[in-house]
């Protein structure tokens, strides 16, 4: 049973160094990682985000939430995971260009991660092969994201991550680049049965949290500019001895 005493979020500053197993064990529900990245560094993100032009479908409505890169989860346009032949061809094209554009995005999140993860090594997934390595997301006015878990079922898109990593569960984790005017906000059911919980982010800041096992959502952004976030999920290795994350 979660002690209702303990705080079930923490900001990164004060977070421990086995915050991820605290995760994973499920005596901690989130940390907020405090200006991840600057805002002139997201000012720069979004320059690059603004030229791009290969963005790819979530839903079918066109008009709906977008995504650089195909996301390895299920989403309405591939309810089961996206399949192999359709994730994989072009991940070191977007894989570069994450690295690349978003920079200093990677290497400030494989240092985080290995801060809250008791010094393990923190990499891309790469088994069986190379995947992304992040995501960036587009939510324009009157859209959302609906109360979900990021639980999978194995199916042939998925079986990667359920031959390397451990599904105790899976974290979530993202950066925000651009703020709506107003909505877009996340919100995490709490472990304690009290009610939802808004986690409150500004440009730069990030969140890694157990969305493998609490409910959460994206409240619809009610007015423009869109909601760009860029980000994916890390899970420990079956071993536990390092820590992956992917897009």
């Not at 499920?26 to 560094?41: I, T």
């Not at 995504?67 to 570069?96: K, N």
């Not at 569960?169 to 709490?190: F, K, N």
Request: with cysteine; proline share 9%.
């Amino acid at each position: 049973m979660t002690d209702r005493s303990r705080p079930t979020w923490i900001p990164c500053a004060g977070a421990p160094a086995d915050t991820v197993d605290r995760l994973y064990a499920g005596s901690l529900d989130g940390v907020v990682m405090k200006g991840l990245l600057s805002e002139e560094e997201c000012t720069k993100c979004m320059t690059a985000v603004a030229a791009y032009d290969d963005w790819q479908m979530v839903y079918p409505d066109p008009l709906a939430p977008k995504s650089i890169g195909v996301m390895l989860s299920p989403t309405p346009v591939h309810p089961s995971g996206p399949p192999p032949q359709h994730y994989f061809p072009d991940v070191a094209r977007d894989s570069e260009w994450v690295r690349e554009q978003l920079s200093p995005l990677i290497p400030r999140l494989e240092e985080r991660l290995a801060m809250l993860s008791g010094g393990r090594p923190v990499v891309p997934l790469d088994r069986p092969r190379p995947h992304r390595l992040a995501t960036v997301r587009e939510m324009s006015a009157g859209y959302g994201a609906p109360t979900h878990v990021d639980a999978y079922v194995l199916s042939e898109g998925l079986a990667s991550l359920f031959e390397n990593t451990d599904r105790a569960t899976q974290l979530s984790w993202y950066v925000v680049l651009q703020l709506p005017g107003s909505g877009g906000e996340l919100e995490v059911a709490s472990r304690c049965g009290e009610s939802d919980r808004v986690i409150p982010l500004e440009v730069g800041d990030g969140v890694l949290f157990d969305g493998g096992r609490l409910q959460h959502r994206v409240t619809s952004v009610a007015s423009e500019p869109a909601r760009i976030t860029v980000g994916g999920f890390a899970g420990l290795a079956r071993s536990r001895d390092s820590l992956y994350y992917w897009g």
